[in-house]
């Protein structure tokens, strides 16, 4: 009789595990990084994976290439409708929708440094103006986890660029939305184009310079073969990245598993963060001694011209929409609270 009862409490532990085994969730979540890319790899060569460890198997993160499934701009309507779990995007790449989305996705010339931006959108209202855009442009059917650059990007030019006037008749890769705008305030002429087709615009002369991604993400995709004069530490651009959900998923998750996610996603961007300062630097070093490429570091005074030019961008960005006007002040108290505005 006792060993019926063990066999039969055995077997039903056998298939409560594997049954938790049939109903761990993954979630696939789609970034603005091209398989193969530096930030890419970061994501699939150790990080995704972490999510599973973490919940010891019942959730599991796939980071999918940008188009994976959709186009670039098309991430949140797939999210919004459950084509996707998530999306791990550029704020900026949905400006065309609410102007609001370029003043969160990169305040031109605002900030510092990364650190800062990062702390404005978790700690400083930037998470809570992404998710009322996300209530009225997602239908009510998207939860944002966390938002945030991973670097000061380096631009990338074929052409040197010494200082403001130099933008003059540059064809430019930019962001939608209030990048375009500075650019085009310079004398530019910007062009909307995902991460994914810079290298190529550039080798074609599609474009002259490209706003693009963070120093080492730029030479892992090879662009450094074909722009010869970088601007780094770059001008102004620190591309806010998010992490959104599936509302109806998120919803459907365990307390633990939501917590999971969040700390995930700290732990993840900071890393990166860190990782990519340092191989920016260590990279610059290196060509700074090889002359293979030329490394153009903007003086005081033109980064200063740059910026007048910029907040100047921000109030008529800013004039466009209720939420882009909110999405301003926002920074605007947040950057007086850390001492960048008086």
């Known amino acids: 009789m006792r060993k019926s009862i063990v066999a039969v409490a055995a077997a039903l532990t056998v298939g409560l595990f594997a049954a938790g085994e049939l109903d761990a969730k993954t979630l696939k979540v789609q970034a603005s990084s091209r398989a193969g890319d530096w930030a890419h790899r970061f994501m699939t ?11 010891s198997g019942s959730i599991e993160l796939e980071v999918l290439a940008t188009k994976a499934v959709v186009p670039h701009r098309e991430t949140i309507d797939a999210v919004a409708n459950g ?17 609001a989305f370029g003043i969160i996705g990169d305040l031109i010339a605002g900030y510092d440094t990364p650190e800062q931006v990062r ?21 009510g059917n998207i939860h944002v986890v966390g938002c945030g650059p991973y670097a000061k990007e380096a631009l990338v030019s074929k052409v040197p660029i010494y200082g403001v006037a130099d933008f003059k008749g540059v064809k430019i890769r930019s962001p939608e939305g209030l990048a375009a705008d500075v650019f085009r305030k310079v004398g530019a002429s910007p062009t909307s184009l995902p ?4 290298y190529t615009s550039l080798e074609k002369g599609v474009v002259d310079a490209a706003d693009a991604s963070a120093f080492v993400n730029n030479d892992a995709s090879g662009m450094h073969k074909v722009a010869k004069f970088p601007l780094y530490p770059g001008i102004h651009s620190m591309a806010v990245l998010q992490f959104v959900m599936n509302k ?9 598993e939501r917590t999971i996610l969040e700390t995930w ?14 191989q920016d630097r260590e ?10 490429v030329t490394i ?4 005081f005074e033109e980064r200063k011209k740059f910026r007048e030019i910029a907040v100047a961008a921000w109030e008529e960005a800013a004039a466009k929409s209720d939420l882009a006007r909110e999405a301003l002040n926002a920074h605007l108290s947040f950057m007086k609270k850390i001492g960048l505005l008086d």
């Open 265 to 278: 996603y700290v732990a993840a961007y900071t890393t990166m963060r860190r990782q990519a300062d340092l």
């Open 283 to 292: 990279l610059v070093a290196n060509y700074k001694k090889t002359g293979e």
């Open 248 to 256: 109806g998923v998120w919803n459907g998750l365990t307390d633990a």
């Open 296 to 299: 153009i570091d903007w003086s």
């Open 195 to 198: 991460f994914s087709e810079v």
């Open 45 to 55: 060569d150790g990080w995704q994976q972490k999510v599973g460890i973490m919940s």
């Open 83 to 99: 084509i996707l779990d998530g999306d791990l995007n550029a704020v900026s790449y949905f400006a065309g929708r609410d102007p």
């Open 119 to 139: 702390m404005f959108c978790q700690e400083g209202g930037g998470k809570e103006i992404l998710q009322k855009l996300y209530d009225k442009h997602g239908g």
